[in-house]
């Protein structure tokens, strides 16, 4: 059942990307890294009726924590002003955490909230854009050995070229693993520096 109820998800969100990508207004790529931890994303927007569907896909990995895969696809759009963008929609994420001699496999659907604020389009033109994301994926869309899973991040973009930036980002996941009964909280963050590139417009 569960391999199931993953197929349909990883089929959906796949559609998804491919329908966006096929129309694709701009491509992003960005890397991030922290001592010995390491994160890449990639993502595709397009407007559709005055907002703009994205779909992505990505990797992380944290030392002695947790390896991680991503895909995740919704719609966002400016709101009240050019300046500030909200979106949602859902993420799905894979892979395994590290406890000892225990590897829990993990396995989610969760929901995607995000925001950012870009001051390039304020009366201050500052080539700086702050965001944050939240992914939360409770019981029911949380299979293999997690109960519960939950991803924040915030950061900030300096857009040293028009298509260019440097990115620092703070990111924290805690999970509710489980084994025999026995609950198991593991969480972990870091802060990643690195740089994003962006195709399009």
């Avoid at 991503?70 to 400016?78: D, E, P, R, V, W």
């Avoid at 590290?98 to 590897?103: L, S, Y």
């Avoid at 805690?174 to 399009?200: C, H, M, N, P, Q």
Wanted: proline content about 2%.
């Amino acid at each position: 059942m569960i391999r199931r109820i993953l197929t349909v998800c990883v089929v959906t969100v796949t559609l998804a990307i491919t329908a966006v990508c096929a129309q694709a207004q701009s491509l992003s790529f960005d890397l991030g890294v922290s001592s010995d931890n390491i994160r890449a994303n990639a993502l595709v927007e397009t407007e559709f009726e005055g907002a703009t569907l994205y779909a992505g896909a990505g990797g992380l990995y944290i030392e002695d924590d947790f390896t991680l895969y991503n895909i995740k696809a919704g719609l966002k759009q400016s709101v009240f002003s050019p300046a500030l963008v909200l979106g949602m929609g859902f993420k799905g994420v894979a892979g395994e955490a590290e406890i000892g001699h225990w590897d829990p496999d993990i396995a989610v659907v969760g929901f995607n909230l995000l925001g950012a604020f870009d001051f390039s389009k304020t009366t201050a033109n500052v080539p700086v854009t702050l965001f944050a994301d939240m992914v939360y994926a409770p019981d029911p869309l949380s299979f293999a050995d997690c109960e519960q899973y939950i991803e924040y991040a915030a950061g900030v973009e300096f857009y040293v070229v028009n298509n260019g930036a440097i990115v620092a980002e703070y990111m924290k996941i805690d999970t509710d693993l489980e084994r025999g009964g026995l609950e198991v909280d593991k969480s972990a963050d870091s802060i990643y520096l690195g740089f994003k590139l962006k195709l399009g417009h």
